[in-house]
């Protein structure tokens, strides 16, 4: 274990959450569920993306993940023992509609309604995210997320998945952190489908945005329930390195932050984006209309929080460093900011190589705050891979990620206690699981799985977690 994490810097004693500050856990579709061919499921991005060879580390891949298709009733229970107040699981549109438009799949509909039923019969709030990543391989093969027809179809796979579950489904996010599809996907070629234009990315960027709008008012226009709307965000925070880092930190910050915000919470793009980009892009994708699309009202703001990073402009000499730190194991992702270089953090690290930054949560969430007041804000994703061990009593020791949750949730409660609104935090994630391109190296989990026998097992962090969650009282 590494020594400097269990610093006692951030360790407030006895914190309170206020009774209606909801604790959750939140999975992801392609990350959990297998069964990858299972009742009218057609192949996603994911699917061609990991078995094209050398993408995936180890040649991982979801088809069998953590078998919780086949194991939905377990895993309930799991989550009922935990107390869980919420769960955020995120639905598959391959399930939905197989092919991106056209023919709906019921059984994937049964999938989700039988998840929704299990979760509201153990008293745990459904939180549904309509796009984790998963996308069709048809609308990929179509044009994907550069081309403005697949925000055409996300609204139409909403409405579906509306009219089936808006009878239940107490919050919707559209879509999981779009900075990740748009900019991985297609810039720097580290998440499917792995192409890498900035041109693209920024196309991408626009289309994810618009697909956010469009699947707002589809879902408003059926649902039957009075729901929350929301769009759960990637925030980086940023610190600048030398003279350099203020004019390198406004450039990541408006790809990165900026291009997203602004459009959906202010209905326009920053200027300082489409300049900064004018050589990769027009922005002629941006029709009349869309930006009134895109900014629709919104009841919470999804914020997914891990790490922090540094930048400062390339002297354009030195090897150019690209320490990123998050995902990012291709080529830049960030078109138009060639001349800017991320340099190394400071430690402690996780088993990611991310460093441990709480402060920086709760500098994000007072900056959000300020920045648009009177939107309640919740933690969407929190959490930290460590390379867990068994012991030969079958135990997981995980006293690592019990500091890092630990200190990220004073960070929020220090958030709280400045007036910021936070209304809940999910821990990412419930289940160790199919971590991207990295496939199942990284654990993430407050419950582990052997991926030989899928058996679950609660870690130590489970059962602090489930202690917190009951108490609502932050131990030392
Ligand atoms: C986030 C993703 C989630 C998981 C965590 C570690 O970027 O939303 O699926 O990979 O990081």
Redesign the pocket.
Known sequence: MNPDVLRNDYRDTGLMFGPDFVFGSAT?SY?IEGAVAADGRRPSIWDTYSHTPGKVWNGDTGDVACDHYNRLDEDLDIMASLGLDSYRFSVAWPRIVPEGTGAVNQPGIDFYSRLVDGLLERGITPVATLY?WDLPQTLEDAGGWPARATAEAFADYAAVVGRALGDRVATWTTL??PW?SAYLGYGSGAHAPGRTDGADALAAVHHLNLAHGLGVQALRSVVTNEPDYSVTL?FHVLRGEGETGPAAMQKIDALANRAFTHPILKGEYPADLIAQTAEVTDWAFVRPGDLEAINQPLDVLGV?Y?STARVRLWDGVSPRQNSDGH?DMGGSPWPGASDVEFVPQPGPYTDMGWNIEPAGLDELLGALHEEFPGLPLMIT?NGAAFADTVTDAGDIHDPDRIDYLHRHLAAVHRAIARGVDVRGYFV?SLFDNF??GYGYSKR?GIVRVDYDTLQRTPKDSAGWFAELVASHRLHA
């Open positions: 992801a990350q984790h999981n952190e990740c990637n997914n891990y995902k994703e990412w971590e991207w993430f």
